[in-house]
Structure formats: structure tokens, C-alpha cells
């Protein structure tokens, strides 16, 4: 059970740990899953061949988060933004970081996995499957609640320690105590970043301000940035107020994020704000680090929640409905294409959005990542409003 438990927690683990550092993996956390499941089952079928060695998983496991920290790939800042390794060097290609990640992950699993599988030998089929169950189950649940707690990688870390101490033989295994010091040790350096925090979704870094704006990135990838209200009223931030008939009373911001919209909607003469952000982080860094001190106003409510599950609860009318970009750049486990926010754009969601707006009320949304989502968004509006949407494309973009 011991064994099956450090099994699932060291792979989400590993999925964590490689998509904050490695940006070609940031926007597909399943690469890693993939690689777990080919190395688990590899595992299992080398313990009848006698290849691999449990003994040999704290050592990979601290060799590869060291591969893989040391060898971070990031987007630079600048106007290149160019991809950047150690002390801003080139990064290395794709060709080369992609297979590196895939098979380092798959053989630390195999190595764990070998664990599993010998252990597996000592019960009844149905009795090792039992306990196979309940201690993956229990790494899930573990490591979910570490997430939810915000803890970083040094707890990760001090937890698969104390677990391969406890399944290590009763001999010969001194260095296996220097691996499992390594491994706490390399997976505490993610912890020490003092721009880093972690969310229950990513390794969020908040800088220091730079051109007027405070950046914050998740998985080394530019995601926000905080703004003076006087640059935010300049930016594309104010699209949606210039297509109302008169300033909204009452506000529902989903994708709150650092509080740009929430600033903006309480300059524009917003009664109240509902400020719904998924992200516990980043609503925190807004609120401690915002010029603008939206989230202190006496007007505006935060709800660490889901958008989609916010709506379903909630029986409050608004004037304005405004989805501001809530890109989470996170894939559901287990699905090849679902998103955190996927199920904000879909047909139920929006007959929902179309139930919470007050009579002349306005549902508006942006999103200046992913033009080709343009056409399925309006489809879908138009089919829930029954007329189509008013489409202001700005300068950036191109395109339909």
C-alpha cells in the first residue's frame, strides 16, 4: 500500500515539477502522464526479467528533477521573448529536451514501479489489487490536498523522503539515504525562488515591476501583468464598457486574476463586483501588490471558485457578465484536450450566463491568445442569444 502510494504521489509529482520548469511540456502536462504509464508498466514487466531496481528510484528521481530544474526552458522578457535556458542562454531544441523528459520520466516510474511489483508477489491477486487501489487513491488525495495547501516542492519532496526510507531494505542501502537526501534537496530548490509561489495549478512567479507593469508568469510562461488604472483604461481591458448603453450596476468578473477588470469595472461606476478567480495565488498577489487596491474595495466580493460552479450556486442578476480571459493553460488529467476553463464555453454554460443577467444586461468576453476559438465562441452565443455577436477585433489581432 506504502509502495503504490509513493507510486502515484512521485507522478503527480513529476508532472508538476517538469511542467513549471519546462515550457515545451507547460500546456501538456498529459506528456509526462503518458511517459508514468509506459514506465509503471515497464516496471512491472521487468520484475520477471529481473531488470530495474527499486533501489535505483531515489537516485533517478533526484537525477531527473536535477536534469530537469538545471535545464529549465523559459520565455525571456523583452519584445523577442525568446526561449531561454541557465543564465539566459539559447534553450535547446525541442528534438532534444522532449525525448529527455519523456524517457527520464518513464525510468524513474519503471524504478518505482519494480517496487510495486515485487511486493505484488507476497499477497493474493485480489488482495494485492486491493491494496494497489487504496494506496493510490491515498497518494491522489495526499498530494491533491498539498496542492490545495499551496505547499511547494520541498513538501513533495520531505514526503517521498520519508516514504522510500520506509520501503528501503534493511541493509546496504547508504546511498540510498544520500538519494533521498538529493531528491528533498533538489525538489526544495523550487521552494526557494523568493519570486515563486505555488498554486494548487502552477509555479506562480511574481516580479518585480518592470515598464510600469508588475508580470506574473505560471510555468515560466506569460500570463498576466498588473497596471496602473490609467493604462489599463488605454488597454483592451475597456472593450466591453464601450458596447454598454449605461455603467453597470452590479458586475460578474470571472477570471478575476490580479484584478486589472476588477479595478477598471469599479472605476467605470460598478455598485458591486463578484470577482470569481480559480487561483488562490493569483488573486493573492493582486491583492497584496495591485496599485489600484481593488480587492480592498468595501464593493467587491471575491470567490476563490470555479466560474461554471459559481453561476450554478449563485442566484444574483448582473448588468455586466464578463469572462476575462480565463485561460488557465491546464489540462484535466486524463483528458487529451479538456482545459480547467473548457467547460466555461460550452452551450449549458452559456444558457446559464444568458439566466444570470438583469433585463438589458450585457455578457461580454475576451481573449487575445487564441484567435482560431473566435468562430466556436460565436456559434455558440448565437445559438444561446439568438442573434450573433458584436465582434471587435482591435489591433492585434489577425484574422477572422
Given at each position: 500500500m506504502l509502495a503504490s502510494f509513493v507510486m502515484l504521489f512521485a507522478e503527480l509529482a513529476l508532472i508538476r515539477w517538469v511542467a513549471a520548469y519546462q515550457i515545451y511540456v507547460?500546456?501538456?502536462?498529459?506528456?509526462?502522464?503518458?511517459?508514468?504509464?509506459?514506465?509503471?508498466?515497464?516496471?512491472?514487466?521487468?520484475?520477471?526479467?529481473?531488470?530495474?531496481?527499486?533501489?535505483?528510484?531515489?537516485?533517478?528521481?533526484?537525477?531527473?528533477?536535477?536534469?530537469?530544474?538545471?535545464?529549465?526552458?523559459?520565455?525571456?522578457?523583452?519584445?523577442?521573448?525568446?526561449?531561454?535556458?541557465?543564465?539566459?542562454?539559447?534553450?535547446?531544441?525541442t528534438w532534444l529536451v522532449l525525448p529527455v523528459l519523456f524517457l527520464g520520466a518513464a525510468w524513474v516510474m519503471a524504478c518505482i514501479a519494480r517496487g510495486v511489483a515485487e511486493l505484488f508477489e507476497r499477497f493474493e491477486p485480489l488482495e494485492a489489487y486491493r491494496l494497489d487501489i487504496a494506496g493510490s487513491l491515498l497518494g491522489i488525495v495526499v498530494f491533491s490536498t498539498l496542492s490545495f495547501l499551496s505547499a511547494g516542492p520541498l513538501v513533495w519532496g520531505a514526503v517521498l523522503g520519508v516514504c522510500f526510507l520506509g520501503l528501503a531494505p534493511a541493509a546496504g542501502y547508504a546511498g540510498g539515504k544520500v538519494a533521498v537526501v538529493a531528491t528533498i534537496?533538489?525538489?526544495?530548490?523550487?521552494?526557494?525562488?523568493?519570486?515563486?509561489?505555488?498554486?494548487?495549478?502552477?509555479?506562480?512567479?511574481?516580479?518585480?515591476?518592470?515598464?510600469?507593469?508588475?508580470?506574473?508568469?505560471?510555468?515560466?510562461?506569460?500570463?498576466?501583468?498588473?497596471?496602473?488604472?490609467?493604462?489599463?483604461?488605454?488597454?483592451?481591458?475597456?472593450?466591453?464598457?464601450?458596447h454598454l448603453e449605461r455603467p453597470p450596476g452590479s458586475v460578474l468578473i470571472v477570471g478575476a486574476g490580479n484584478g486589472n477588470d476588477v479595478a477598471l469595472a469599479l472605476d467605470r461606476g460598478a455598485d458591486h463586483v463578484d470577482a470569481v478567480e480559480i487561483d488562490p495565488r493569483l488573486q493573492q498577489a493582486g491583492s497584496e501588490l495591485h496599485s489600484a487596491r481593488p480587492y480592498q474595495d468595501?464593493?467587491?466580493?471575491?470567490?476563490?471558485?470555479?466560474?461554471?460552479?459559481?453561476?450554478?450556486?449563485?442566484?444574483?442578476?448582473?448588468?455586466?457578465?464578463?469572462?476575462?480571459?480565463?485561460?488557465?493553460?491546464?489540462?484535466?488529467?486524463?483528458?487529451?484536450?479538456?482545459?480547467?476553463?473548457?467547460?466555461?464555453?460550452?452551450?449549458?454554460?452559456?444558457?446559464?450566463?444568458?439566466?444570470?443577467?438583469?433585463?438589458?444586461?450585457?455578457y461580454a468576453m475576451y481573449n487575445y491568445y487564441r484567435s482560431e476559438v473566435f468562430a466556436r465562441y460565436?456559434?455558440?452565443?448565437?445559438?444561446?442569444?439568438?442573434?450573433?455577436?458584436?465582434?471587435d477585433a482591435g489591433v492585434a489581432v489577425t484574422g477572422p
Open positions: 507547460a500546456y501538456f502536462t498529459n506528456f509526462i502522464l503518458l511517459a508514468s504509464f509506459l514506465g509503471i508498466g515497464v516496471g512491472f514487466i521487468g520484475s520477471r526479467t529481473g531488470r530495474f531496481s527499486f533501489r535505483l528510484a531515489p537516485a533517478s528521481f533526484a537525477v531527473f528533477a536535477g536534469v530537469v530544474f538545471t535545464l529549465r526552458v523559459t520565455k525571456g522578457f523583452g519584445q523577442a521573448r525568446a526561449l531561454e535556458t541557465v543564465f539566459g542562454l539559447p534553450a535547446p531544441p534537496a533538489v525538489l526544495g530548490l523550487g521552494s526557494l525562488a523568493s519570486v515563486d509561489v505555488w498554486s494548487p495549478y502552477y509555479r506562480v512567479s511574481v516580479y518585480a515591476e518592470r515598464d510600469g507593469r508588475i508580470p506574473i508568469r505560471v510555468n515560466s510562461l506569460p500570463h498576466q501583468s498588473m497596471l496602473e488604472l490609467e493604462d489599463i483604461e488605454a488597454a483592451f481591458y475597456a472593450k466591453p464598457y464601450s468595501a464593493r467587491v466580493t471575491p470567490h476563490i471558485d470555479d466560474g461554471r460552479a459559481f453561476l450554478e450556486r449563485s442566484d444574483d442578476e448582473y448588468d455586466l457578465i464578463l469572462f476575462a480571459l480565463p485561460d488557465s493553460l491546464t489540462l484535466v488529467s486524463g483528458q487529451g484536450s479538456l482545459r480547467l476553463e473548457s467547460y466555461l464555453f460550452t452551450t449549458e454554460a452559456m444558457v446559464s450566463v444568458r439566466e444570470h443577467l438583469a433585463p438589458g444586461g450585457v460565436a456559434g455558440t452565443m448565437r445559438e444561446v442569444f439568438g442573434h450573433d455577436p458584436c465582434f
